[in-house]
Nanobody, 114 residues
């Protein structure tokens, strides 16, 4: 199994930026799409950004930029112009989740103050 470790979260002010990282404990096939998900308190986990094997990206939030370094088995999420509604725990995984026996990590908490 492959474990994921997310980092880079913290407290930010509205309008600020954060860069999240997600490192895998093992190798994840570069053919798998990777995504960042988030879960706010009391809400379902939602997918916010996807990057395909060829680098094609898709976003639910235009303020976010996803990237990947296959050699390092790492995925990044640059978040700009943060809003209080971006407050959530952020996770990465394959899209759909669980491909290649990839397990959810503990996530990284992002808190945006107004």
């Amino acid at each position: 199994q492959v474990q994921l470790v997310e980092s880079g979260g913290g407290l930010a002010q509205a309008g600020g930026s954060l860069r999240l990282s997600c490192a895998a404990s093992g190798s994840i096939s570069s053919t798998y799409p990777m995504g960042w998900y988030r879960q706010a308190p009391g809400k379902l986990r939602e997918l916010v950004a996807v990057i395909g094997s060829t680098g094609t990206t898709n976003y639910a939030q235009g303020r976010f930029t996803i990237s990947r370094d296959n050699a390092k088995n790492t995925v990044y999420l640059q978040m700009n112009s943060l809003k209080p509604e971006d407050t959530a725990a952020y996770y990465c995984n394959t899209v759909p989740a669980g491909l290649g026996n990839v397990h959810w990590g503990k996530g990284t908490l992002v808190t945006v103050s107004s």
